[in-house]
């Protein structure tokens, strides 16, 4: 694993990520198989380590470090266990879940909930993706409608990471007939709400054992407080997932570092034509190919985090471009880890598959590559208009 020179506190975070991730390393095989994990118990070991609500403001629980020091331990979490499971506490209770409800219009609605979630005691799902609205996402039709004091919701998520697990829905809903983002705003749904109906939904290839269900709101009232914001915040609320992309790029980088290390675990112990494989000229050109792909990633995770506004906002532009990268490198570094783990690499024992697996899904979260890329066009040419 090469990192840039750590600060004493970047090594001393490193050393406790590692130190918490480490038991859960021969767990992840067997949440593979059976696609169960208790995420409960690896929530409580990141609390208990100090790795929740990193970038938080101490005001509710947080410990207002930077994203830079966030991708430092997100990277350790995951390469050293190989499952962005035990990363997941430090996502929930710092990523986009937490941010959006930072944006809360009210106080009482933030102080009702991130001291919770930034403790990492309730985990917070983002619930956005709908049956009939994935990457079009400004389409939605899950709609919240006054009644008195409060809100009806109704509609139907899916794919929401966390989901039945979690405690806290932040959802994005449609107030009012306005159509596209000016209609589009945001509440918090809490587990056990009148109406909120969970379902396990459907099994991934990958990132098996975080369960990925439906949310299904049929009249789901909600107390005024958790509305996090009403129409016309479109914008801002999209700027939580810049927190989403760092973590994804992260979750690449800390990936492939791990089928880097099993490709070379594996052609240094196996020989053929009596040698080493590692020592045939395309295996270690492939390496280091492997090797400069991984480190190109680095630099563009870490530019993005480094450049993140008061060391805690990253940019719509940087992170976007570094989940991008990680969606482009990731996929290719772990299928040429099978590659050189041989007919072993494809047998469903092998981390190399797993991590494959791992990375098609990793893929596709929180947005595709060409939907990316739309993104980062008109971020790139804003004198032009890019049709969706
Ligand atoms: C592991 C995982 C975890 C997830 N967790 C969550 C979560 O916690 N919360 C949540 O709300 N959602 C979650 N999702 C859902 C995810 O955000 C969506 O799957 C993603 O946004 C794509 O939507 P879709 O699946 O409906 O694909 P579709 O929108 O049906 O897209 C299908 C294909 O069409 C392409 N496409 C669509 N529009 C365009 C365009 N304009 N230009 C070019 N190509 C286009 C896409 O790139 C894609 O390849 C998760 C998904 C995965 C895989």
């Not at 109406?195 to 439906?214: I, N, Q």
């Not at 997932?241 to 570092?257: D, P, Y």
């Not at 112990?269 to 680095?298: C, N």
Request: glycine share 8%; proline share 6%.
């Amino acid at each position: 694993m090469t990192t840039v020179k750590l600060s004493q506190i970047q090594q001393e975070l490193r050393a406790r990520a590692i130190e918490a991730a480490t038991p859960w390393r021969s767990h992840v095989d067997e949440w593979d198989r059976t696609d169960e994990a208790p995420y409960g118990q690896v929530a409580a070991t990141m609390a208990a380590a100090g790795l929740c609500g990193l970038t938080m403001p101490a005001k509710y629980g947080g410990a207002e470090l930077t994203v830079v020091d966030y991708v430092v331990v997100v990277e350790a979490l995951i390469a050293t266990s190989q499952s962005w499971i035990v990363a997941e506490p430090t996502f929930g209770s710092t990523g986009p879940g937490p941010t959006i409800v930072l944006r809360a219009e009210r106080e009482d609605t933030r102080e009702k909930f991130l001291p919770d979630i930034v403790s990492g005691r309730k985990a917070c799902a983002i619930a956005l993706t709908e049956p009939e609205h994935g990457s079009d996402l400004t389409a939605l039709a899950t709609s919240a409608v006054p009644d008195g004091d409060n809100y009806v919701i109704n509609g139907s998520k899916r794919f929401i990471t966390g989901s039945p697990a979690n405690e806290l829905y932040a959802t994005f809903v449609r107030f009012g007939d306005q159509p596209g983002h000016r209609g589009i705003g945001a509440v918090i749904v809490e587990k056990g709400s009148p109406g909120l109906r969970l379902e396990t939904g459907a099994r991934f290839s990958g990132t098996r054992g975080l369960p990925h269900g439906e949310v299904h709101f049929d009249n789901c009232v909600i107390p005024p407080e958790n509305v996090i914001c009403g129409p016309g915040h479109f914008a801002e609320l999209m700027m939580a997932f810049n927190m989403e992309r760092i973590h994804n790029a992260t979750l690449s980088l800390a990936l492939a570092e791990a089928a880097f290390d099993e490709a070379v675990s594996y052609t240094s112990g196996r020989s053929a034509y009596g040698k080493p494989i590692i020592e045939f000229q395309a295996t270690y050109h492939t390496l280091v190919e492997m090797r400069m792909a991984i480190d190109a990633h680095r630099l563009l995770t870490q530019h993005a985090a480094a450049n993140s506004v008061e060391g805690r906002f990253p940019t719509a532009r940087e992170s976007t471009f570094a989940k991008l990268s990680g969606a482009t490198m990731l996929p290719e570094v772990t299928r040429q880890a099978m590659i050189l783990c041989g007919g072993d690499g494809a047998t469903l024992d092998h981390a190399a598959q797993r991590l494959h697996r791992d990375a098609m899904a990793a893929l596709v979260a929180g947005g595709s590559p060409p939907v990316l890329k739309n993104a980062l066009a008109s971020q790139l040419f804003p004198d032009h208009r890019f049709r969706q």
